[in-house]
């Protein structure tokens, strides 16, 4: 019988190799030697492509090293192509669970993006613990790295705020830092004193020491001195290049409005004020710039402003405002207005002293958040103003009012 494309199924044969019954032509093909009387093709299969058959079955044969060499090299350079197209991951958010022993705090403490979130959710879950289940709690920093003066000045008020309103003799417990520079913030802003926790480190990085803390209740009194203490140390080095009275009269007018205005109707979660404490303050003398960080824990601006502004007026600004933000429009208002609620002479000009420091200096920057709004204000000698408005995804349930002055190269 010959070969041919005939579809013919013949009798399986056992195999002369493995004893196995076949077809013929599967015998002749695992004795490797073809025969003379060899079947058709099965159905499935041509007798023409008996060749591609064998041909198959040769590169099973085992691999060499080379081959098997070159086969993990492209495989790995596959592989890592692959890793270059993938997209960046979302980052998730740390989930912090008000327990009664330990509560993770932020790696970095600061308002903006994604860290102001976490810094949001830290303080909701102390303040829930400690306030609402009377838990005291350890506040766990050994991760922290980083702390930003806006996130850090609402820490340390928030943290402040805590402690007063619980009845628990010692409701906080700090967690030290692995990292000394963390340890430093922590212990040059008074928090290892506001937990009543021993510290032996002294703080000696230069981005640490020149940072000062204070609070208080009213605009006057020995906390408000220390700023001119600050600013008469920076006069001494720097010549004129510090007005004190214009930096006096701007924070003297953002403790003011903390203390007649924040605190006239309760925030968002039914706080309404510290009988001791109105306002907390951060002074900073660093790299040739003077910083001044003031906040307040009110219900902001927008719940303020109709109360101080004629809604007419309100209306009108709204109407030309470029962003989106409410409390940021509310912000807004108040600086273009000039007018405060308690139409006393000497508070004619309202949140515009705040810019007035900027104008006096020739240069500098504002930044003032209420709530989740933000107006940032930057002022070069010989060009006008320049304002922005935007908006947080932390609600930081108050006011930050922030300065920064440049104490040489000024106008450049």
Not at 303 to 328: C, H, N, V
Request: proline residues 4%; positive net charge; hydrophobic residues 35%.
């Amino acid at each position: 019988m010959t070969l041919d494309a005939t579809f013919q199924m013949e009798a399986p044969q056992p195999c002369g190799r493995c004893g196995e019954r076949a077809g013929r032509r599967a015998v002749a093909i695992c004795n490797r030697e073809p025969t003379v009387d060899a079947p058709v093709a099965p159905k499935f299969v041509r007798s023409s492509g008996l060749h591609e058959v064998r041909g198959m079955l040769s590169l099973l044969k085992k691999l060499t090293r080379k081959r098997r060499l070159r086969q993990i090299r492209t495989a790995r350079s596959r592989k890592r192509r692959k890793q270059k197209c993938r997209k960046r991951p979302v980052r998730k958010l740390r989930t912090y669970h008000a327990a009664p022993n330990e509560i993770e705090a932020p790696r970095r403490v600061d308002i903006l993006d994604f860290h102001g979130r976490e810094l949001g959710r830290f303080i909701r879950a102390v303040a829930d613990a400690v306030l609402v289940r009377h838990e005291a709690v350890s506040l766990n920093f050994r991760e922290t790295e980083a702390f930003i003066a806006g996130g850090t000045i609402l820490l340390f008020a928030e943290l402040d705020r805590i402690k007063s309103q619980s009845e628990l003799e010692k409701p906080l417990t700090l967690i030290d830092p692995r990292r000394r520079r963390a340890k430093e913030v922590l212990k040059q802003i008074g928090l290892y004193e506001l937990t009543g926790d021993s510290c032996d480190v002294v703080p000696l990085r230069d981005d640490v020491i020149y940072w000062k803390a204070t609070k208080g209740a009213n605009q006057s009194g020995h906390q408000m001195a220390m700023i001119e203490v600050v600013a008469e140390r920076v006069r001494a080095t720097y010549a004129d290049t510090l007005l004190l009275h214009q930096v006096w009269r701007g924070v003297s007018e953002a403790v003011t409005n903390s203390v007649e205005h924040a605190y006239k109707k309760p925030r968002g979660d039914g706080f309404n004020g510290l009988a001791e404490t109105k306002w907390w303050m951060f002074t900073q003398v660093r790299d040739n710039m003077f910083g001044v960080a003031v906040c307040d824990l009110g219900c902001g601006y927008r719940a303020t402003i109709e109360e101080t502004i004629p809604e007419q007026f309100i209306s009108q600004l709204a109407a030309t405002f470029a962003g989106s933000s409410k409390d940021a429009r509310a912000i807004h208002t108040a600086m273009e207005y000039g007018r405060t609620g308690t139409h006393y002479p000497n508070r004619g000009k309202g949140s515009r002293d705040a810019m007035s420091v900027l104008e006096s200096h020739k240069a500098g920057n504002l930044v003032i958040i209420s709530n989740s709004g933000t107006m940032a204000y930057e002022f070069r000698e010989g060009r006008p103003p320049r304002h922005t408005s935007g908006s947080l995804e932390l609600d930081v349930r108050g006011t930050i009012v922030l300065w920064w002055l440049p104490l040489r190269g000024v106008g450049e």
